[in-house]
């Protein structure tokens, strides 16, 4: 689906948070003496995996550090360096490099994602001997005979878990006046029980044992393959749970976010919706320092300098500083790698993983000006400074605003109201082209903007991020001149269609929830149209297959009516966490109005002018 680098956050024994990221000894150096900040890369989307951590030949043992502790009812067990170095098995190393080059599963995740029926350096010691015998060649045959001996089958470490707040009926299903859609509001509610998990107490009492890194509270997982918690997914997952009107849900994923976080930066966002539904200001309270961690990381790890009509500018970019291929798609990085001259690879691999940063793993978006923009080898994620990146971070720095004026620090909300406009010029200056009326991903070698269509040129729109009272006219026009409004079944993600997951012709609800609710917040009545237009566009392709299918799926082909969608480097999964919870805010935002029949057939591009012209008629004609 998609993919991201995790930063880990610890608290230590003095209630220090402590954040730890991909590939580095813990405590030995780095940006900052004793509390090292640094990325864990991870293919697909954050989770708490060990294997997501490590680029070799760096070796790093997070759950075991001296004096940390993680969040639950007792400190996690310490460990010997000899006794726990799961992350030799599971983040880099020949045991890991045999079995994925082996191709002994047909995803590269199942390996990595599989528990140890022993002591890892026993382990470890078993294959050093098995792959000497061999002259280190080992026969697939006996390499799998070894893990069927020495690692447990996929999923050991969750049990289900029914949420405790779960209850019948939910209040914005009264909203929804299609008797259909309604009991699909109704059958979506009901699979927040089925996506609901647990870690189990063994991950805790023998973390040494599991990739997974224990966390104290249950969760909503998106679901198939993508069995964990992850970091932008539960986003939107914690918006569904909110009209389903499940705050205590959302506050323990929100408690594990807190302890592990990653990117992109939504963290503050999430706290905000919550607070939005429960006033719970304690829990703000206890945990702001927290937040602006959060923000801090950004600030000292992924900042760039940008200069323009004699100004310099400070924004944010994707960049992972550590290469090796992702374990989860070790095989496929390493193949990929052995296109390129050896001296290239490594910077590969660590724009691979920028790419899994930006939750867009992966798009032609990262690979234009390029070798061969066609290729994933062409990929230079880092080289751009992302539209949406900057928006998510503008946001989190007005709430961080309104949070410290809320608990009497007036001088921490000048702070982040001073950043937030800081950051609205940068965008202004360096990503928004007013002939184009958006704003666009700015590429740093080439010194120019990339002018391709992605919804996420719109985020600054459905994060409040700007100055210029028109832009909601120009964004519109933009959708308009590019043809975007003609697409029937959805956005499209990109107008490239490359095979990856993140372009045409697949769309994603996060995507469509960039785009409607940005339109949607405008006091335009035209914004405010289209934006129910695209809603009712995407509500009928998710209805429409779920009607067919009886499943909701993580993104959807909309060349051919909406299908399941495809491309990228698993199968596509069912569930599914952000789906349904953008589903879930649509039918809240539009159930009045929404319909699941062809009697409200899709708009074709010709009509859909008419139909905006139609809807301003009653303002227009005198009263």
Same mark, same amino acid.
């Given at each position: 689906?998609?993919?991201r680098?995790?930063?880990?956050? *610890? ?10 990221s991909?590939?580095?000894q813990?405590g ?25 951590f ?68 026993? *382990? ?9 015998? %061999? ?21 050991q ?23 259909? &859609? ?38 909503? *997982? ?18 569904? &749970? ?46 702001i320092?927290? &937040? ?7 600030t000292? #790890? ?14 944010n970019?994707?960049a ?10 070790y ?12 001296? =290239? ?25 390029g ?30 605003? #309104?949070?410290?004026?809320?608990? !009497? #620090? ?28 958006a704003?666009? =991903? ?21 994060? !409040? ?13 933009y ?19 490359t ?23 405008s ?36 060349? #051919? ?10 199968? *596509? ?7 349904? !919870? ?7 935002? %539009? ?5 699941? !029949?062809?009697?409200?057939?899709f ?5 859909l ?10 303002s227009? &004609?005198?009263?």
């Amino acid at each position: 689906m998609k993919g991201r680098a995790l930063t880990l956050a *610890v608290r230590d024994s003095r209630d220090r948070s402590l954040h730890f990221s991909g590939g580095i000894q813990a405590g030995g150096g780095g940006e900052e003496a004793g509390v090292p900040m640094r990325s864990f890369p991870r293919g697909r989307k954050t989770m708490v995996r060990l294997h997501f951590f490590l680029s070799p030949p760096h070796h790093f043992n997070l759950p075991f550090l001296p004096d940390a502790e993680v969040p639950g009812p007792r400190q996690q067990p310490h460990a010997s360096e000899a006794g726990m170095v799961p992350c030799q098995i599971y983040c880099h190393g020949e045991l890991l490099h045999h079995v994925q080059m082996a191709k002994l599963y047909q995803d590269d995740k199942q390996f990595v994602d599989m528990p140890l029926s022993s002591a890892p350096d026993q *382990v470890l010691q078993r294959f050093g001997e098995l792959a000497a015998a %061999y002259n280190h060649s080992i026969p697939q045959q006996q390499l799998q005979a070894f893990i069927q001996e020495h690692f447990q089958s996929v999923g050991q470490e969750l049990q289900s878990w029914t949420p405790e707040d779960w209850k019948d009926s939910p209040r914005f299903l009264q909203k929804i006046s299609d008797p259909k &859609l309604r009991a699909w509001g109704e059958q979506l509610h009901q699979l927040w029980k089925k996506l609901g998990k647990k870690v189990k107490p063994e991950v805790l009492s023998h973390p040494e044992q599991f990739s997974l890194i224990y966390s104290a509270h249950p969760f909503i *997982v998106p679901g198939g393959r993508f069995v964990e918690f992850y970091y932008w997914d539960s986003y939107w997952v914690m918006e569904g &749970l909110l009209l389903s009107e499940m705050p205590g849900t959302v506050k323990g994923m929100l408690q594990n976010f807190l302890d592990l976080r990653s990117q992109p930066p939504l963290l503050t966002l999430m706290m905000d919706r919550y607070l939005t539904h429960t006033n719970d200001t304690a829990f703000l309270r206890d945990n702001i320092g927290t &937040l602006a961690l959060e923000l801090d990381f950004w600030t000292e #790890n992924r900042t760039i300098s940008v200069s323009s009509g004699g100004k310099s500018y400070v924004l944010n970019h994707y960049a992972v500083p550590y290469g090796g291929p992702r374990p989860e798609s070790y095989s496929k990085d390493a193949e990929l790698a052995d296109t390129l001259p050896e001296g =290239d690879r490594e910077a590969l691999w660590a724009e691979l993983k920028a790419g899994a940063e930006s939750g867009w793993d992966f798009s032609s978006r990262w690979l234009v000006g390029g070798p061969d923009p066609t290729l994933l080898s062409s990929i230079r994620t880092s080289k751009f400074v992302p539209v949406d990146l900057n928006a998510f971070l503008c946001q989190a720095e007005e709430l961080m605003s #309104n949070f410290y004026s809320r608990l !009497g #620090n007036d001088i921490q909300a000048a702070k982040y109201r001073d950043l937030r406009q800081q950051r609205i010029a940068a965008m202004r200056a360096i990503l928004w082209d007013e002939e184009k009326g958006a704003w666009f =991903d700015y590429d740093l070698e080439k010194g120019k903007k990339n002018l391709e269509f992605y919804p996420s040129n719109l985020t600054p729109l459905w994060s !409040g991020c700007f100055s210029d009272l028109d832009a909601v006219d120009k964004a519109l026009k933009y959708l308009e001149d590019s043809q975007i409004l003609t697409y029937q079944y959805g956005i499209p993600t990109s107008l490239q269609n490359t095979g990856q997951q993140w372009d045409f012709p697949n769309a994603w609800a996060p995507l469509q929830d960039l785009v409607i609710r940005g339109l949607a917040k405008s006091p335009s009545p035209r914004a405010q149209e289209v934006a129910f237009q695209l809603a009712q566009n995407w509500i009928r392709t998710n209805f429409e297959v779920y009607s067919q299918k009886s499943a909701m799926f993580e993104k959807y082909d909309i060349s #051919n009516g909406g299908q399941p969608g495809g491309g990228g480097e698993y199968e *596509v999964q069912e569930g599914f966490g952000w789906t349904n !919870g953008v589903v879930l805010m649509l039918l809240d935002r %539009y159930g009045d109005r929404l319909s699941s !029949g062809t009697q409200t057939a899709f708009l074709e591009p010709h009509c859909l002018s008419a139909a905006l012209l139609l809807s301003l008629l009653p303002s227009l &004609l005198p009263q």
